[in-house]
């Protein structure tokens, strides 16, 4: 299964009917359908033919109502004679008001259905090529958010790089600053190096983002192995965001180094470039 969009364009034509399908974002999957009375009995056959193709998105399917001198249309009058006798029972039984006409009856729509079996292939048939040509947007849609999202995903697995190095430095670092800042307080009087080292690794442990730099790294390849994946990704890319978003500003938090804080605020943009693509795909 190729990854979608959400949005996308269809249209199918058999014989005189007319089928379009829209789509639109929706966290799961809704499906409108729009279409002439006498075709009211077919509804259900449709939504299982838009479901066997698509998992989410708001999706409509619009049938124009044919030209009447080309389509015939019957009534199915036994149904139509069970209404009306329920209706007058109903009516005696309750001491109702009013007549049970032809504007009551009409407006059961599964009393009318179409006459020639062949409008019902044709029927089918401009409904699967809707489908098709809908689908086939949402893929070439879906492929371009994916490519997007993976060039992204790249950038921020550099802007991670870069604080990983950096965070290497800081370690190395910590000892060195401590100790000039100790001499400066201290003057000529001797420092215990045993207790440098404590103090230098009790300053480090209050600002080390090792395990933040780990699952982020985690997050970055497991999210392209989902990109890869050509499955539903949507909710499982939209996981991955959030669970990102949280070790980053973790990571935020527990340093003020300058050039960490930095490359953390360029990977939260980037981060919110994702979620916004992400929203569109399936």
Known sequence: MNPQ?????????????????????????DIQIKLPSFLYQYENEIRKLVKSRFQRGHIEISIAKPESDIVKIKINKPLAMEYYNALVSIKNELSLQGEIDINVLASYRDIFCLEEEAKIEELNGAVEAALRDLEKMRIEEGRNLVDDIAVRIQILSR???????????????????????????????????????????????????????????????????????GDTIGKKMDFLVQELRREINTAGSKTNDVEIVNNVIEMKHEIEKIKEQIQNLQ
Do not use: C, P, W
């Not at 969009?5 to 999957?29: C, D, F, P, Q």
């Open 5 to 29: 969009s959400m949005t996308g364009y269809g249209r199918g034509i058999a014989g005189n009917i007319k089928v379009e399908a829209r789509s639109i974002n929706h966290k799961n999957l």
């Open 159 to 229: 802007y991670m790089n870069d604080i990983e190095k950096r965070r290497n430095e800081i370690i190395v670092d910590t000892k060195q600053r401590l100790y000039e800042r100790l001499k400066e307080f201290l003057g000529d009087i001797i420092i215990d190096e045993s207790r440098l080292i404590q103090e230098a690794a009790i300053l480090i442990e209050r600002a080390d983002i090792t395990e933040e730099i780990v699952r982020v790294k985690s997050h970055l390849n497991y999210a392209m192995e989902v990109l890869g994946s």
